[in-house]
């Protein structure tokens, strides 16, 4: 007796294996195949903007292949001497959107393709007492006059434009205290070029600081204190302007009209 209930557990435990067994296999989640992995050239630590790469920097991290990025590198030839354009953190891929041209050196490395760097006159006051840093967006306003308006006039002439350097600094300071500068080099396309230096030989050139988020350009009238505005004039090249002289309004005399009897007369008085 006790031989065939030992018996029964063992095939009724062999059933219940198989079963748990067939029920595991038919409801289990299908497991994700692992993602095929390429390698791309990165940062081996944090590097600043303007740093010339060498192969200490450089290493080799996997990526997955379903996520691809336009302008990698798979090996690091090529890339020693090549300098930052912008700061990258350590494991950060490297892009060739971020390297200077091959063979280019000091701030030139920073310009990209298309665009101007130019330098304007500044001081203390007119940089924001100091506050100014490569890498902030400013406005650039220029106060003038001319011949038909001898009061001083002020106009909007860029707007949102990169501080490249300051003096010849092209990092900010690494504990973030304002720097004093005296010449202010700002990032512009060839057409903004043309506008600054026109701005700068017609009278006193001023920056305002942007926050580094507002991109928004506005639309903003030149004014002066005395109500006459300088515009840009229809149909005419950049930077020439026309004056326009806003009129006093028309004030219309006063008028007394006296009639004794037959005879009519009328008085003027303002």
Known sequence: MAKRLITGLVVALLISCVFTLWLSKKFAKPVAAAPVKVQYVAAAK???AGE??????????DWPSNNHLDGTFSKPDGLV????????????PITEK?????GGVGLATRIPTGMRAI?????????????MMPGT???????????????????TVLQDVQILALDQKTS????????TANVVTLLVNPDDAEKAVLAAAQGSVHFVLRNGTDHDH???KPIALNGKVEELGPKQTTGVRRVVTVSEPVVKPYEIETILGSKKSTVSFQ
């Open 52 to 61: 010339v790469l060498n192969s200490d920097d450089l290493k080799m991290i």
């Open 98 to 102: 971020q390297l200077s041209t091959p």
């Open 119 to 131: 330098s304007l006159k500044s001081d203390e006051v007119v940089g924001v007492a100091g506050f």
């Open 81 to 92: 001497g090549r300098v930052l354009l912008y700061p990258l953190p350590a494991d950060q």
């Open 46 to 48: 944090s590097l600043d």
């Open 172 to 179: 900010p300071d690494p504990q973030g205290k304002p720097t």
């Open 137 to 155: 967006h400013v406005d650039v306003l220029v106060t003038f006059r001319t011949a038909n308006n001898s009061e001083p006039t002020t106009q």
């Open 218 to 220: 506005v639309s903003e």
